[in-house]
């Protein structure tokens, strides 16, 4: 007896225009606001530029920080931030909104350090030293064989693990 598939739920566009259901996708277009997102990213540019000049990229925290440095900087940020609130402070709106955004920052280095550190506990090579453009072609391969190639090209081996275990996590060489 043939297995029948499983009719995926589809969208049914007024043009005639069909897409897959999207009820069990992430929707970021709702979970975060753009203005939000917008002065965050202004309060990252602010605090990367010293006498005029930029010193060091946006995503340079991302090289990693320790726990401890965010968690120090996120409770000092939140205090100076309930004082404002409270009315003790310069009565600043914009010195609010940078607190806040230290404490978006500190609480986004955080995250970023648990998920990484998961990420790696599942697998034992390091991401962090690969770039972008290593990062998207290991993803974008069609064949394990490019995978290893550009694992064993970055880690500078001659020995490969096998890419099927390097997909799931399992690979001891690396």
Not at 22 to 49: C, W
Not at 109 to 127: A, D, P, R, Y
Request: aromatic letters at 10%.
């Amino acid at each position: 007896m043939k297995k029948r598939k499983k009719k995926k739920a589809v969208r049914k566009f007024d043009t005639g225009a069909f897409r897959d259901n999207d009820t069990q996708k992430l929707n970021y277009i709702g979970s975060f606001s753009p203005l939000v997102l917008k002065r965050f990213a202004e309060y990252m540019r602010n605090h990367n530029i010293k006498d005029g000049k930029l010193q060091r990229t946006e995503g340079n925290w991302k090289k990693g920080m320790p726990i401890q440095s965010y968690m120090e900087s996120k409770a000092r940020h939140f205090v100076e931030g309930w004082i404002e609130y409270e009315g003790y402070g310069n009565d600043d709106i914009e010195i609010l909104l940078d607190l806040l955004c230290a404490e978006m920052f500190n609480v986004m280095g955080h995250i970023h350090t648990i998920l990484v550190e998961q990420l790696e506990e599942k697998s034992t090579t390091n991401f962090a030293k690969f770039t972008k453009a290593e990062k998207r072609k290991i993803m974008c391969a069609e064949t394990y064989e490019e995978i290893e190639k550009i694992i064993a090209k970055k880690e500078k081996r001659n020995d490969l693990c096998d890419a099927n275990n390097f997909r799931t996590g399992f690979c001891s060489k690396y």
